[in-house]
């Protein structure tokens, strides 16, 4: 596959958009663990358009206190990213074309290829590294993208965040993943897996969550 200037490393994990299928908490990628949370954040358009505007400027990450530094967007058309059917089957590339966009300190927006470094600290415990973007998606009622590591992770796999707006109005922010053991000490201590994905999630799900919105 041609790319850009943007480094060549691909992701270090095989079920590459396992995250988009429907049985991933039955049958989860060999060897990892798989978690899913959802949160209704309200309703209505003007809900969903915030929501996702939030997920796309990196604000789960950012607001869930992880730092996102060398945001790297793949370079021009050479790199959109993969798509998936309803079962989480690889079918096309994705043709999301939309302008690259920046946040107001100039960190690119979400898209399609794009390799980011996280950094932090959940209840103790590393969470982070250098993860790539495999898809980035914008449809009239479902916004949000699929983020896969790619080095420098204490486990290796996937995440998926994602906005809906439904047809009975409500709108609402799934975060799903898998993770196996990378480091030796969750190999030998796999609950602690659960323990740093479980925080994870609840960080993420409060940072697009309007109920824990900072004041203004």
Same mark, same amino acid.
């Given at each position: @596959?041609?790319?850009?200037?943007f480094r060549d490393e691909t992701v270090d994990y095989a079920a590459v958009g396992a995250t988009q299928a429907p049985d991933l908490m039955q049958?989860? &990628? $060999? #060897?990892?663990? &798989?978690?899913q949370e959802s949160w209704r954040l309200g309703s209505g358009e003007d809900r969903f358009r915030t929501a996702s505007e939030a997920? *796309?400027?990196? #604000?789960?990450?950012?607001?869930?206190? *992880?730092s996102v530094t060398d945001v790297r967007p793949a370079a021009g058309p050479m790199y959109s990213g993969v798509s998936f059917d309803a079962e989480g089957n690889a079918i096309a590339p994705s043709k999301l074309e939309a302008d690259q966009r920046f946040d107001a300190d100039g960190t690119p927006w979400v898209s399609s290829g794009a390799t980011v470094h996280l950094r932090g600290r959940v209840k103790g415990l590393k969470a982070g590294g250098e993860l790539r973007v495999i898809l980035a998606i914008e449809e009239p009622r479902r916004v949000g993208f699929l983020l896969g590591t790619v080095s420098d992770t204490v486990v290796s796999g996937e995440e998926s965040f994602m906005? $809906?707006?439904y047809e009975?109005? $409500?709108v609402w922010f799934t975060v799903r993943a898998f993770d196996a053991p990378r480091s030796f000490f969750y190999?030998? @201590? &796999?609950?602690?897996?659960?323990?740093? #994905?479980?925080?994870l999630f609840q960080r993420y799900l409060r940072a697009i969550s309007p109920l824990y919105a900072t004041p203004a």
């Open positions: @596959m041609r790319r850009g200037t049958y989860p &990628p $060999e #060897r990892s663990r &798989p978690a997920v *796309l400027s990196w #604000r789960a990450q950012r607001d869930g206190g *992880l906005v $809906e707006w009975n109005d $409500e190999k030998v @201590m &796999p609950w602690l897996i659960t323990r740093r #994905r479980k925080a």
